[in-house]
């Protein structure tokens, strides 16, 4: 079978469970995300694997994954930039921006110290052959640190809280803390690799000041005056929708080629 008549039977098996644990779920006050979370366990090498692996192995055939991965992408992006549209801050970005950091900040210490404490045991038995103890416990470190910042996305907006107190901070902390995760595995990058690696961890710091200072201090405002003038009542037209897709995915483009994941760069055009 061709990958694209695969791809729909994926996608009809995909919806299909996420929707009925997601359904199931609901029942007992969870969120949606969560039973889809569960679809795709049900769905992988650990469940449906186990019990029929020659029906599995076919309908997730590893050479047809890549236009799901694909898809899947575009739907988190776009995801993202919707969160960052809806995100309210009054008073400014930059009255936020210190609790928002300090909160960031020290949820992501934690995890990163216990990252760090487990390493000594870990690193004989699980680091690959030629790397060292700190560029190890560095990884161990940032993996434990970085947060599931889509899926904290979802379950606020499912509960309506994107527009809260607790759920601005909540998104705006977490999306700080994600990049600090992101930068340090820029730097273990640059610690295994050779001087190239230095200058990739150099372009993602600078890299994300750059956009994100040509986000709010050049971006912002002149999407401000075009949408105030041409999409006032908040319903832009075709070719001002298309617009605005071709900078989410241009920005998300971007923080993916800085070595960031792709939804910062969507979040980020949503946010201005």
Partial sequence: MSHFPLLLLQLVAILGV?????????RIGQPPVIGEMIAGIMLGPIVFGALAPTAQAFLFAPASLSALNGLSEIGLVLFMFIVGAELRLPGGARRHLSASAMVGVLSVALPFAFGLAISPALHGNFAPDGVAFWPFALFMAASMAITAFPILARILKERRMTESPIGRLSLTSAALA?????????????????????????????????????????????????????????????????????LVFAAAAATSALGLHAVFGAFLVGAI
């Fill in 178 to 246: 994600d990049v600090l995760a992101w930068i340090v595995l820029a730097f273990v990058v640059a610690l295994i690799s050779s001087g190239a690696g230095w200058s990739g961890f150099a372009i993602t710091i600078l890299g994300s000041l750059a956009l994100a200072g040509f986000a709010f201090g050049v971006l912002r405002p002149w999407l401000g005056k075009l949408l105030a003038r041409h999409a006032a009542d908040g319903r832009p037209s075709t070719g001002w929708l298309a617009m605005i897709l071709i």
């Fill in 18 to 26: 996420s929707r009925i644990l997601a359904a199931l779920l609901g």
